[in-house]
Structures are given as C-alpha cells and as structure tokens.
C-alpha cells in the first residue's frame, strides 16, 4: 500500500539533524523553486517535523510539498536523499492502481488525522474546553462506549473530559482517533490550523 505523502515527508525529515533541519526550513522561506512562493519567517518559527510538513502541504498541496522538499535536497547536496524521496513516490504510484486510488485516499486521511491527534494530545487537552459537542459527535458515529460517555460526561473540568476522551478512543485506535480529527475540523477549525492540522479530503 502507498506510504501517505505527509509521512513520507516526515520520515524524510527525521534523517536530518537539528543544524540540517533548520537549514532545510531556511530555504523554505527563499525563491527556492519558481512557481512557490516562500514562506514566511512567522509561519516556520519554532516549527517542529510534523508542524513543518503539515505547513508544506497546506501551502504547497502534497505534490508540491513533495517536489519542493526534492529540490531543497539536490541544492543542499543530498542527492541520495532526494532521489530516495522520489524513488519511493514513484514506487508508490506504480504500486497503487488508479481503482484502489479512493481507498487509499480514505486510508492517508485516517492515518494523518490519528497522528495529528496523537502528537497533540496535550495541546488538545489544555486548549480545547466545549468538549460535549465532540464527545456528542464521537458516540453518534459510535466511537466511544455507552460507559466512557457517561464518564466524559460526568468529569467536572474540560481537562478531565479531554483526558477521558482520550482513553476513551483508544479502543477505536486510528478509525477513532481519525473521526475525532474530523470532528475537530469542523468544530475548532483556528485551534486545528494554529497546530499546523492539514484538512485532508
């Protein structure tokens, strides 16, 4: 199955050291590529991986994300690198035929949306306080169990329904975890976006 473009670009990523990391996001923000515009120095700042990935392919589309990350690699002289990203993709596009496309589609928007979910746990906690409407949205779809919705329910501070939200979805894993970054989407659209969420279709 084709590796989602996102976690493609993170693990790509994650072979780079800090100083090399910070190098690669430098030239995020010059003409690196015509038809790209540069990012801001705003937009980057105190950006992790995933925050910087989940930028590029908010500004860029994945397939821009994937091809600028290309050329950023060629100019800072790690061809190998460069030429196993795309190796990869196209491995992955003559792996996937054009009829298996929607579910694979279907498959990258729960995998993203769970490690969204995953990495910002704490964020999440912390910031977000009407949780009922999530948990309403969550026991619709039949994500969580009757008890757990009764415990999220009676907990007395947004935090400890957040929490037990949380422990509520592990049952579900991704597919839970997935529509609850759905819900997120449409409910906290400014907290998804300030934490770097990509609205995947």
Do not use: C
């Not at 091809?67 to 491995?91: C, S, V």
């Amino acid at each position: 199955m084709a590796t989602p473009v996102p976690q493609r670009l993170l693990a790509t990523l994650e072979k780079l050291d800090k100083a090399t990391f910070e190098t690669f996001q430098w030239n995020l923000m010059q003409e690196t590529l015509e038809g790209f515009t540069p990012m801001s120095t705003a937009r980057l700042e105190d950006a992790n991986r995933h925050t910087t990935v989940s930028k590029m392919v908010q500004a860029y589309k994945k397939e821009g994300a994937m091809k600028i990350t290309q050329k950023i690699l060629e100019n800072m002289g790690m061809i190998d690198l460069a030429d196993k990203l795309k190796t990869d993709g196209d491995k992955d596009q003559v792996a996937t035929p054009q009829s298996s496309q929607d579910q694979s589609a279907v498959m990258e928007t729960k995998q993203y949306g769970a490690q969204f979910v995953d990495d910002n746990m704490e964020k999440l906690v912390q910031r977000i306080t009407m949780v009922m409407p999530i948990a309403d949205g969550l026991y619709q779809k039949k994500m969580i169990h009757d008890e757990d919705y009764s415990e999220i329910t009676a907990a007395q501070t947004s935090m400890s329904k957040m929490r037990k939200l949380y422990v509520a979805l592990k049952p579900g894993g991704a597919v839970a975890k997935s529509a609850f970054y759905q819900i997120l989407l449409e409910q906290q659209t400014l907290l998804v976006e300030e934490l770097g969420g990509v609205g995947q279709k």
